[in-house]
């Protein structure tokens, strides 16, 4: 019974295109996020939403764009894909302001840009 | 600016031995920092946490340690098994923000 699912856990596809990722949680929490490992293996936050309202937007380029229907589900459309997007993307969720405010992650999704 | 910083890339260690992982950080404001675990192909799962008004918090084989005035933690395992092999990342929760320092690789040989 998965916490938070994202799909699909492997992308592959073309410059220029246009792709999306999924993501859910059924742990009832309030707050989504995005996050990027890139080739060094850095994790670093691209957005955060509560409640389906942006919170942070982590000076992410504009081809990059969020959204969540409900506050189960947050998704992350990419337009224009460029080779630099190849990358690990995780989608996760958490209680921010409970206990140590520990996000619980999806399995990932590995986009390659050819 | 990287604010979490683990300066050990790897790390390897005897079966039954103690595990040492370090983290450094620059802002001395936070709410906690976290250490999460990774597996090849998986999401980050949290491990143990550890809040700034503490010094230290231990489950079970895993102890972490805060030395503010150092701007150093520790993450402690011991006994180290094979199963803990895995990318250890120091992360720092910042107001709702989690900031990840570049993971360290345990290696736990048999």
């Known amino acids: 019974d998965t916490a938070v699912s994202q799909t699909p856990k492997y992308l592959v596809t073309q410059m220029g295109n246009d792709k999306s990722i999924k993501c859910e949680q059924n742990?009832?929490?309030?707050?989504m996020y995005w996050y990027k490992q890139d080739s060094k293996k850095f994790l670093k936050i691209m957005f955060s939403?509560?409640?389906?309202?942006?919170?942070i937007n982590e000076t992410v380029p504009n081809r990059f764009s969020p959204k969540s229907p409900d506050k189960a589900h947050l998704n992350l459309h990419i337009n224009s894909l460029e080779l630099g997007d190849s990358a690990v993307y995780f989608c996760?969720?958490?209680?921010?302001?409970?206990?140590?405010?520990?996000?619980?992650f999806g399995q990932g999704t590995r986009l390659t840009v050819v | 600016d990287q604010q979490v910083k683990q300066n050990s890339p790897s790390l390897s260690v005897q079966e039954g031995r103690i595990s040492i992982l370090n983290c450094d950080y620059t802002?001395?404001?936070?709410?906690?920092f976290l250490w999460y675990k990774k597996y090849p192909a998986e999401g980050p799962t949290f491990l143990i946490s550890?809040?700034?008004?503490?010094d230290k918090n231990e489950d079970g084989r895993f102890t972490v340690f805060l030395n503010k005035s150092a701007k150093h933690l520790s993450l402690h395992i011991v006994p180290s098994q094979p199963g803990d092999s895995a990318v250890y990342f120091c992360?720092?929760?910042?107001?709702?923000?989690?900031?990840f320092g570049q993971g360290t690789e345990l290696s736990v040989k048999p």
């Open positions: 996760a969720s958490s209680y921010p302001g409970q206990g140590a405010g520990e996000a619980f």
């Open positions: 742990l009832g929490h309030d707050t």
């Open positions: 939403y509560n409640n389906k309202e942006l919170i």
């Open positions: 802002n001395s404001m936070f709410d906690y």
């Open positions: 550890i809040s700034s008004i503490k």
């Open positions: 992360t720092k929760n910042q107001g709702g923000k989690l900031i």
